[in-house]
């Protein structure tokens, strides 16, 4: 990195390694070069293999200092996203720039599409290492935090490395307005629906075909809650998505499952509960009865920790606002 000097601007030359690394900070039609450009104030122009950065020196230097924070992405053709960007950004305001500099040197696995796959926030990094120290893990958050993705990756590679024999993921068929016996196909069909995140999440790491196999040989397991009843989880990751739609009978039922050698993380947004009437969720009241209790970490996950689309994260902003209103008026 050089620099120079004017009256009231400074240029700093940041140079990049290859054209696959300026494509992946530059963006389709150079529209992430345009977007730091806009949070920072400063001039951002990629010629070649060089990145010119223009601007007042406080501009340049915020502007500089979060390409810095980002090189871990481009340097190796990792596209830069908007959500990166935010969360980069995030840190460098708060003075947490070194944390997120070894954030963004975790990276957890590799995608079939080749993707690097890493905790995108500070407190999606604690719900790793939570799951790496602790036998249960609850992660509760609103949609698009990677609560469920972030289990998935945590199970495969702990099945990979033979620290478990197999993978079960299993989720209550809970859905406003329906029921099971109203919908069309067998058994397995009818509850396929309601399991298909987690057969995503599990065709981004090893492809369909690969799952399809260990599902076959019964190494991965995908099954609805209550298949759980009864069993003794032992050797195995278990992963119970959408527990907010689980009764407090069936939460414990399921965290009791636990077996010998055996990790379970329970995912949820308290926020989207679909059980009927005023029912409690079964999430709910197990993050507060197990709140302090040894062996097991509890992790809330924030609209700050959303990772899709920045929409998605202000839109779960302005309804948390709405809930919050609504609650003061009862």
Not at 85 to 110: F, K, M, N, Y
Not at 177 to 195: A, H
Not at 274 to 283: A, E, K, N
Not at 304 to 314: I, N, S
């Amino acid at each position: 990195m050089t620099s120079s000097e004017g009256r009231e601007r400074q240029r700093f030359t940041i140079d990049l390694p290859d054209q696959e690394a300026a494509l992946a900070l530059a963006g389709q039609g150079e529209i992430m070069l345009r977007r730091l450009s806009d949070l920072t104030g400063a001039n951002l122009v990629l010629r070649g293999l060089q990145l010119f950065i223009e601007g007042r020196p406080s501009q340049m230097e915020r502007a500089a200092g979060l390409v810095e924070l980002l090189r871990p992405f481009w340097s190796e053709g990792q596209a830069v996203t908007q959500v990166d960007i935010q969360t980069s950004l995030q840190a460098l305001d708060t003075g947490r720039s070194d944390e997120h500099r070894d954030l963004s040197q975790q990276v957890l696995a590799r995608s079939q599409n080749g993707k690097l796959l890493r905790p995108r926030t500070l407190r999606q990094k604690q719900y790793v290492e939570a799951m790496e120290r602790h036998d249960l893990t609850l992660a509760l958050g609103p949609a698009g935090t990677g609560k469920t993705f972030l289990a998935v990756v945590q199970a495969v590679r702990c099945l990979q490395e033979r620290k478990v024999e197999r993978i079960i993921l299993t989720r209550p068929a809970v859905e406003a307005g329906e029921r099971l016996g109203f919908l069309p196909g067998d058994l397995q069909q009818k509850v396929d629906p309601y399991l298909r995140p987690l057969y995503d999440a599990l065709h981004s790491l090893l492809s369909p075909e690969r799952t399809a196999a260990l599902i076959e040989k019964n190494i991965i397991e995908v099954a609805p809650l209550a298949y759980m009843r009864g069993r003794t989880l032992a050797e195995a990751f278990v992963i119970l998505d959408e527990a907010q739609n689980t009764t407090p009978a069936q939460m414990r039922m399921v965290l009791t499952r636990l077996g010998e050698n055996s990790r379970m993380v329970v995912t949820g947004d308290p926020s989207q509960v679909d059980l009927p009437g005023s029912q409690l969720s079964g999430l709910v009241e197990a993050a507060q009865v197990l709140d302090g209790v040894e062996g097991i970490a509890i992790c809330r996950l924030t609209a700050a920790d959303v990772v899709r689309h920045p929409l998605v994260q202000r839109l779960v902003q302005a309804y948390a606002r709405r809930d919050a209103q609504n609650q003061g008026r009862r």
